[in-house]
């Protein structure tokens, strides 16, 4: 089992920066790659951004490309999620997964963390 912790959503005015933290324990070894997927009112949970433990190698959804960055820590066995110029449409619950394989598919990861709310204010 891998448990992940999310932290560091909040309220921020549009233009504005957080940055997300994921902290994972347990049999971490199991994971090789880690990503970050959103879920608007309303909406379909969609990914954001993925990286593999064992590389830089990273991959980011068009609308977020040069605005986000993705980062892990493996001393700290935490992933992290950058998000500058931040607008409205970025509102959402994000969510930390990890999984075996790096994807932008929700099904590929086998664990989830609990999920922390980013609300950009216009």
């Known amino acids: 089992q891998v448990q992940l912790v999310e932290s560091g959503g909040g309220l921020v005015q549009a233009g504005g920066s957080l940055r997300l933290s994921c902290a994972a324990s347990g049999r971490t070894v199991s994971s090789n790659a880690m990503g970050w997927f959103r879920q608007a009112p309303g909406k379909e949970r969609e990914f954001v951004a993925a990286?593999?433990?064992?590389?830089?190698?990273?991959v980011y959804r068009n609308s977020v490309k040069g605005r986000f960055t993705i980062s892990r820590d493996n001393a700290k066995n935490t992933m992290y999620l950058q998000m500058n110029s931040l607008s409205p449409e970025d509102t959402a619950v994000y969510s930390c997964?990890?999984?075996?394989?790096?994807?932008?598919?929700?099904?590929?990861?086998?664990?989830w963390g609990q999920g922390t709310q980013v609300t950009v204010s216009s």
């Open positions: 997964a990890a999984g075996s394989r790096r994807s932008e598919l929700s099904r590929d990861y086998d664990y």
């Open positions: 990286i593999q433990w064992s590389d830089i190698d990273t």
